[in-house]
């Protein structure tokens, strides 16, 4: 990638993040519902077993409405950042012990022997900061996802990978690099992408 090329990249990214952070809170604890009806309606979300999310911040879009109707078999996980760029996976309720990790995300403060590995996710929200058509996503440009989900690229099969947005983070086209895991569908708070079909219906 030129370095022009990832000097747009870094803008894109600001610009989509302050566009987000100015949303107003109704606005938000609206999406927030909204989002959390469309997670629950995709043709693929489990009704059982461990489903991952994330904690929100810098004004992502919250997962606490889908966390709280999840049905009752599903086991809600948060990532866990280990060594080398190694993500794990933890379960998580209200009122366990967290702490933050290394960019002050707070996650599940838990021994190793209860972490779980990627492929163990039935499904996996991820925060983004912009996403396209195609089903492409801009993340923070760690690599954390497309590393511990490199294995997705071999084929659509659990665990499907949806990322979760605000409408106003939507683009035409996003370069994709040769590392880049696709999402299968991406949620917002009006529509669902399946990328799986290429077909966009209303939520």
């Known amino acids: 990638m030129t370095e022009d090329r990832e000097g747009a990249r870094r803008q894109l990214r600001e610009t989509l993040r302050e566009a987000r952070r ?15 009806d469309a997670l629950l309606a995709l043709p693929f979300a489990p009704r059982s077993g461990p489903v991952a ?9 919250a997962l606490h409405a889908w966390q709280l109707r999840l049905p009752r078999d599903c086991i809600y996980c948060l990532p866990v950042l280990g060594k080398g760029h190694r993500l794990h996976f933890a379960p998580w309720r209200a009122g366990r012990p967290l702490v933050q990790n290394r960019f002050g995300i707070p996650e599940p403060d ?21 996403f396209d058509r195609r089903g492409h996503r801009l993340g923070m440009g760690g690599g954390w996802y497309d590393r511990n989900f490199a294995f997705r690229r071999n084929g659509p099969a659990p665990p499907w990978l949806v990322g979760a947005a ?17 999402l299968d569908a991406v949620c917002t708070e009006t529509a669902v992408h399946d990328h799986r079909s290429r077909s966009e219906d209303p939520a």
């Open 110 to 130: 838990v021994p190793p022997t209860e972490l779980l590995e990627p492929e163990a996710m039935r499904m996996v929200v991820l925060p983004l900061v912009g």
């Open 22 to 36: 100015k949303l107003p809170s109704t606005a938000r604890v609206a999406a927030a519902e909204r989002l959390a």
């Open 53 to 61: 999310g994330y904690w929100a911040t810098d004004g992502e879009i």
């Open 166 to 182: 605000f409408d106003l983070q939507r683009l035409d086209h996003l370069d994709a690099a040769d590392w880049d895991v696709p």
